[in-house]
């Protein structure tokens, strides 16, 4: 019997050793009281992460990461002191309403989609525990933070560029394809010559198009408002010196010879409050959670035993 309990005891050690060794091996990048994040572990954070954004993370955002893993480990004590709870009932809900997002509809290809992350469905409701918590703990810290008007207001005067909308144009467009053949573009560059001089005199462009394009000789229309810099090059210097109503001469592209005619034109300027209000509330808001989220961060990190280890996690470590 007495062998058995030393063996017994002695295989409790040899297991507490591996694991010992395991986060030795790894190396412990982050650690907040008792809670630690290995090597491992913020590997498993970066794969979420491209999951996320759809693309890789440079190796300068890798010690971001670090302070971001280290802060989330604040928090999550600070939920325990706070007694925050998150039930499972509450993560399923959330789980649900991830899939529904992600237009994800049946288990295969929800389980399919976690394997490409490099995560098991446990991982996940654990991570998305671990965020309700911090979320919840954190809007208790921060609690409201109110902003008015005039706040928003100076905001927008000094952020005016950010609002800025560049020179528009209203254009109605027509293009007559060309063919390989001998005498094609010469043909089409014709056709659109004629239909500028008939718009010269007087008729009516609209009606033009719609017989051009009804009849198969030319494909076109109403191409709306467009800002001039997102007109393709030879389309922003045929229209460069039209007024309103007037008719550009026929160019040529891969596409065809080209006519287009200039609706309207609206001066560059900037979007007004009314239509930017939100806009400038969400920016507001977030900047004033940072700040404040920063405020309480740091003074978690001067009650808990906090180590942060950057250099032990690199893109070869």
Do not use: W
């Not at 005498?183 to 010559?193: F, L, V």
């Not at 806009?279 to 700040?291: H, K, P, S, T």
């Amino acid at each position: 019997m007495k062998r058995r309990l030393l063996f017994v005891v002695g295989a409790i050690a040899a297991a507490a050793a591996v694991a010992a060794e395991r986060q030795l091996v790894e190396g412990i990048v982050v650690r907040v009281n008792d809670r630690i994040l290995t090597v491992a572990d913020m590997r498993k954070r970066v794969t979420e992460r491209t999951a996320e954004t759809g693309a890789p993370m440079l190796p300068e955002d890798y010690p971001r990461l670090v302070a971001e893993a280290a802060d989330d480990l604040c928090v999550l004590e600070r939920a325990i002191e706070l007694k925050v709870e998150v039930a499972d009932e509450e993560v399923t809900e959330s789980l649900k309403g991830l899939r529904e997002q992600n237009r994800i509809e049946s288990d295969e290809q929800f389980e399919q989609t976690l394997k490409g992350m490099g995560m098991t469905l446990e991982q996940l409701r654990s991570r998305m525990h671990d965020q309700m918590l911090i979320n919840r703990a954190l809007s208790r810290e921060l609690g409201t933070l109110p902003i008015t008007e005039e706040e928003l207001r100076q905001r927008y005067e000094r952020g005016r560029d950010a609002y800025a909308v560049p020179e528009q144009v209203h254009l109605q467009h027509l293009v007559f394809p060309t063919g390989a053949g001998a005498g094609d573009e010469e043909r089409a560059r014709a056709q659109g010559q004629r239909l500028v001089a008939a718009v010269r005199s007087g008729s009516d462009f609209a009606v033009l198009l719609k017989q051009e394009t009804e009849s198969g000789a030319a494909s076109g229309g109403d191409l709306g408002t467009v800002a001039i810099p997102d007109l393709r090059p030879e389309v922003r210097d045929a229209v460069a010196a039209l007024k309103a109503g007037e008719i550009a001469d026929p160019f040529v592209t891969a596409a065809g010879v080209h006519v287009v005619r200039l609706v309207e034109r609206i001066k560059a300027g900037v979007k007004p409050f009314a239509d930017v209000v939100d806009d400038l509330r969400q920016r507001e808001m977030a900047d004033r959670y940072r700040a404040k989220m920063r405020s309480v961060v740091d003074d978690l990190k001067k009650r808990y035993v906090v180590e942060v280890h950057p250099e032990l996690f690199t893109p070869n470590s």
